[in-house]
């Protein structure tokens, strides 16, 4: 027997006289890319899970903060092989703000992690006081501005090196507007070319190295990776 197709509304498709219900999200009503595949986008929410990992990056990332601001003064006799030798390992304070993105992979992540571990140094006690907070926000909101650029859905070592670079520049500018302003500009660009070799090497390289260990010893499950 011939049915009828009679005109479709509200995913509802009527055959001689009967209803059939239509899946919206079927491949038939689902807009597709060119080879006839949806396209997959981020997901943006952030899960309990995601909240309670970048605080618990933050946490202990503030931990080391403070630690490492004890132990910077005695980094010093480095300098004496090259004027800036000891920033090579200053990228210790930009981590949190690549490691928190690569693993919970959520717009926000870099800033929230790098603030949680300078709330933490400078409730701690970190010699640089109240600083502590402004040099977390530059330093987060930098890679954050790098991951938005890549749409969050990025995550290889190109784009985690952008995103060092970026967070030791903010933290470059910040220190020579506060701390350095009589160093004449030959220092401070060679500090400035050592701080982003030191970010790609610990912060880009060091958070894969970080990321590939917590996946392999099974804590990150749930993670995308």
């Known amino acids: 027997m011939h049915h009828a197709v009679l005109p479709e509304s509200d995913g509802v498709r009527r055959i001689g006289g009967t209803h059939h219900m239509v899946n919206a999200s079927s491949p038939a009503s689902t807009p597709a890319s060119a080879g006839g595949l949806a396209l997959s986008t981020p997901e943006r929410r952030w899960r309990t899970r995601d909240i309670i990992v970048a605080a618990v990056i933050g946490v202990a990332f503030g931990v080391v903060f403070w630690a490492w ?10 300098n004496g092989i090259f004027p800036v030798a000891r920033d090579l390992l200053y990228a210790v304070w930009l981590v949190p703000a690549v490691l928190a993105p690569l693993i919970v992979r959520k717009p926000g992540a870099a800033l929230f992690a790098e603030m949680v571990a300078a709330g933490v140094s400078a409730l701690i006690g970190s010699q640089w006081g109240v600083d502590t907070l402004l040099s977390g ?3 987060g909101a ?3 501005i790098v991951f938005a650029f890549a749409f969050y859905r990025s995550y290889g070592f190109p784009v985690l090196a952008l995103a060092a670079v970026a967070s030791a520049a903010a933290a470059w500018i910040h220190d020579w507007a506060i701390y350095f302003t009589t160093v004449s500009l030959e220092i401070q660009l060679a500090r400035g070319i050592v701080m982003a070799i030191s970010a790609i090497v610990i912060v ?3 958070s894969l190295l970080l990321e590939r260990s917590l996946r392999r010893a099974g804590v990150l499950e749930g993670f995308p990776g």
């Not at 601001?69 to 480095?78: K, T, V």
């Open 142 to 144: 930098a890679a954050e």
């Open 204 to 206: 880009a390289g060091g």
């Open 137 to 139: 926000f530059v330093q």
């Open 69 to 78: 601001g004890l132990a910077w003064p005695a980094f010093e006799p480095l």
